[in-house]
């Protein structure tokens, strides 16, 4: 299962109440000192929030290893530093689903369809005023970069959510709100507990 959103729109919440085991797909963010970065435009700013500031690549070899094997290692991404801090390993063990959660899932639908893998692609949203709130809070209390930065993001964002649901859902994610991505999850785990092959 693939699940995207914007940024706040409470991705991580509701992955942590699903059940499954997870597979946070920001560990795969590109370091801070890397040139190919994208920058807001007209600013000096990273944009975090554009896909070529995540490596999609090693995203996916780490979805395919997954659904091969059961298993794999994945960065670890301190956000305040914009750095990899180690790897971790992963471990799904032989759940026939997994959640594989971040802003960037939606990038993933085809090469994860095109592999056999996808079981669901999910875009949560919840209106851009409440995303704007909860991803202010949770940043700030988490000092993932500093209060300017996150005012100029925010408020980009909340102009672009509209856009930025528009083409994940384009890209193949199917838009909905907290309660229905649970019922989905259900129906997914619910159909594919009777294979062996695991999914994301």
């Given at each position: ?129 409440t995303t704007f709130r909860r ?33 994940q859902t384009a890209l193949g ?28």
């Amino acid at each position: 299962m693939l699940l995207c959103g914007p940024s706040g729109s409470g991705k991580s919440l509701l992955a942590a109440r699903s059940g499954l085991p997870v597979l946070r797909l920001d560990d795969f963010y590109k370091e801070g000192t890397d040139p190919t970065l994208p920058t807001v435009p007209e600013s000096s700013d990273i944009d975090w929030d554009h896909p070529g500031s995540w490596d999609a690549d090693a995203a996916v070899a780490a979805i395919a290893e997954l659904c091969r094997t059961g298993r794999t290692r994945v960065p670890v991404y301190d956000l305040s530093l914009s750095a990899r801090t180690g790897t971790e390993a992963v471990d799904v063990g032989r759940t026939p689903l997994f959640l594989a959660e971040g802003i960037f899932a939606a990038e993933l639908v085809t090469r994860c369809r095109e592999l056999g893998v996808l079981a669901d692609a999910l875009c949560l949203s919840r209106g851009p005023v409440t995303t704007f709130r909860r991803r202010f809070v949770r940043d700030l209390r988490e000092g993932r970069k500093s209060v300017p930065f996150l005012l100029r993001r925010g408020w980009r964002l909340m102009r672009q959510e509209r856009s930025v649901i528009a083409r994940q859902t384009a890209l193949g994610a199917h838009a909905c709100d907290r309660d229905e991505a649970m019922g989905r999850l259900a129906d997914a785990a619910a159909g594919r507990c009777a294979t062996a092959r695991t999914a994301a």
